[in-house]
């Protein structure tokens, strides 16, 4: 069965860091895109940043300079460390994987509230 397990998520203050982890079971057929999605209350669910497998990167313009995606492909984890917080950054964080042959994978969310 696949699963996608997140952690990381956690009450921060205004300025602070996250770490968040996604750690995607052996038995998801080769993983393109790796990659975080959020979703604040009374919004819809936005793409935060992804990856390829190769590397490279795409940023939701918000995020940009503040937040960094990176992966470990041996382990089939993506990481999203998160700086210089801000409360409009309080969501729910949904781990995304999409693999070659087509199928999409979401975790079950991880909540960050960013508040003093």
């Known amino acids: 069965q696949v699963q996608l397990v997140e952690s990381g998520g956690g009450l921060v203050q205004p300025g602070g860091s996250l770490r968040l982890s996604c750690a995607a079971s052996?038995?998801?057929?080769?993983?393109?895109?790796m990659g975080w999605y959020r979703q604040a209350p009374g919004k819809e669910r936005e793409l935060v940043a992804k990856?390829?497998?190769?590397?490279?990167?795409n940023y939701a313009d918000s995020v940009k300079g503040r937040f960094t995606i990176s992966r470990d492909n041996a382990v089939n984890t993506v990481y999203l460390q998160m700086n210089s917080l801000k409360p409009e950054d309080t969501a729910i964080y949904y781990c995304?994987?999409?693999?070659?042959?087509?199928?999409?994978?979401w975790g079950k969310g991880t909540l960050v509230t960013v508040s003093l």
């Open positions: 995304n994987v999409f693999s070659f042959n087509g199928i999409n994978y």
């Open positions: 990856i390829q497998r190769r590397g490279s990167t």
């Open positions: 052996a038995n998801i057929f080769s993983i393109n895109f």
